[in-house]
């Protein structure tokens, strides 16, 4: 099994090659504990392009891990996207979602990258979702959830390649209007604190509903 990674950074180099990050304060949510899972949060402001968030969650000693990032721009019409990884007992879990937080629609070409990226490793089977949510209907086809045993490194790859590819279609972007869109990404952010989701279930039940509400709405999302 492979080391677990760390695409959150990797991912905030490469974008800082083209929009320079800077990091927010967030005061005592940064490093948060209950029980025994402990949480860390970075926040970032990306002027020119949007918001970035990492997540990292461990508990049981370290046998369980999870990695969260979160690009949500404001300044490019481009989807939203979310990345997680999840180590529990030996097994790994990697989620890639794009959503639909589009002020025009997004080129078929475009996605076309992404499900290149999904079909690559068909093999795998999919993990479905035990009930709907109300995000199925803005959340592209060209995302996956997989889960098992002895793939890490498939992971790994399928990874970095989703979050490469989305990088480039980030510096090829043209501004767009930022008041519309960041009206769509709290829109989404704000039905998804309020309707809820596996993630965000978890986080109110582990430290509430207020410090989640700062959590989700604005470390993540960067709604103000």
Not at 67 to 82: H, K, Q
Not at 94 to 113: F, R
Not at 117 to 134: C, N, T
Not at 178 to 203: H, M, R, W
Request: proline fraction near 6%.
């Amino acid at each position: 099994m492979s080391a677990f990674p760390d695409l959150g950074h990797t991912m905030l180099r490469e974008i800082g090659r083209v929009f320079p990050a800077e990091k927010e304060d967030i005061g005592a949510d940064a490093r948060l504990k209950k029980g025994p899972f402990r949480l860390e949060t970075e926040s970032y402001r990306l002027p020119g392009l949007g918001h970035y968030c990492i997540l990292r969650m461990t508990a049981l000693l370290g046998l369980m891990k999870m990695e969260t990032l979160v690009l949500a721009p404001t300044e490019r019409d481009l989807p939203l996207l979310n990345l997680d990884r999840v180590r529990a007992m030996g097994k790994d879990t990697q989620i890639a979602e794009l959503y639909d937080t589009q002020l025009s629609p997004w080129p078929e070409e475009s996605q076309a990258v992404f499900r290149a990226i999904r079909e690559r490793d068909a093999d795998l089977p999919e993990q479905e979702a035990k009930e709907p949510h109300w995000y199925d209907a803005i959340l592209y086809p060209c995302s996956f959830h997989r889960a098992g045993k002895g793939i890490s490194a498939r992971l790994d790859k399928a990874a970095l390649d989703f979050a490469a590819a989305y990088i480039v279609q980030l510096r090829e972007a043209e501004p767009c209007d930022g008041a519309a869109k960041k009206e769509k990404v709290a829109a989404f952010a704000e039905t998804l604190f309020s309707q809820g989701g596996p993630a965000v279930d978890t986080i109110v039940k582990l430290f509430g509903r207020e410090t989640a509400e700062r959590l989700i709405l604005h470390h993540m999302y960067g709604v103000e």
